[in-house]
């Protein structure tokens, strides 16, 4: 269930959509990411109830700390003109993924990840593969993995481990002595900690926490 923050934000874009897209179309440089802009306009133009919570996704995306400094709106700005091809593909594979999430708070990491991304942190394939598992992923889970030590990795009683399997965020591992069940980090997962370390350091302008559960 939403948390009192994150439901009342819905509220608030349900009830008065079209004001608050104009606010948040102020923002030229992400108004020029592929299709994630497009989005953004044919929202304003629409009025159901899909399209509005479509646009408070949409809006977490945008207004996410972590793409507020001017220095990333320049780098997207820059990736913009340096490959249209490629941030086209990263654009259509991000907003697949902002419009099928069931939670406000997960719009926010992606843009952790897209911020990674235009610091250089990450390539644009990195990217799209950590945006399909950050949608397949329990927000708890994420939460859980973003504290982890990438050396040290999942612990034999960290059962939930189980739970990243799917996403592509753990393998089983069963190296055990003395037998046993384990799992342990994939490259994707460790990359994931490595993004979510990166955009909480006091280099970045973000927030080292996530708030809101699913």
């Known amino acids: 269930m939403p948390k009192p923050r994150e439901r009342n934000f819905l509220e608030a874009v349900l009830e008065n959509a079209e004001a608050y897209v104009d606010a948040i ?14 989005a953004l306009k044919v929202c304003k133009g629409m009025d159901d109830l899909r399209s509005r919570v479509l646009m408070a996704k949409l809006a977490q995306f945008i207004e996410a700390p ?4 001017a220095r990333v709106k320049l780098q997207m700005q820059q990736k913009l003109r340096s490959d249209p091809e490629t941030q086209a593909a990263v654009g259509e594979t991000l ?5 099928k999430v069931t939670n406000l708070e997960k719009p926010g990491i992606l843009a952790k990840a897209f911020a990674a991304y235009l610091d250089d942190l990450i390539d644009s394939g990195t990217l799209m593969r950590l945006a399909h598992a950050i949608d397949l992923t329990f927000l708890d889970d ?3 993995l973003a504290k982890i030590d990438p050396i040290q ?3 034999h009683e960290d059962r939930w481990g189980a739970n990243l399997i799917g996403p592509g965020f753990a393998a089983p591992d069963s190296g055990l002595v003395g037998g046993g069940s384990f ?6 997962a460790k ?3 490595r993004v979510m370390s990166h955009v909480a350091s006091p280099t970045a302008d973000s927030e080292p926490e996530f708030t809101n559960k699913r």
Request: a neutral charge.
């Open 25 to 38: 179309t102020d923002n030229e440089a992400l108004r020029q990411v592929p299709v994630i802009g497009t």
């Open 66 to 69: 972590a793409l507020q400094p």
């Open 95 to 99: 907003f697949l993924v902002i419009e």
């Open 142 to 144: 994420l939460q859980r």
């Open 153 to 155: 990795g999942l612990r």
């Open 183 to 188: 799992f342990r980090l994939t490259p994707l």
């Open 191 to 193: 990359e994931f900690i």
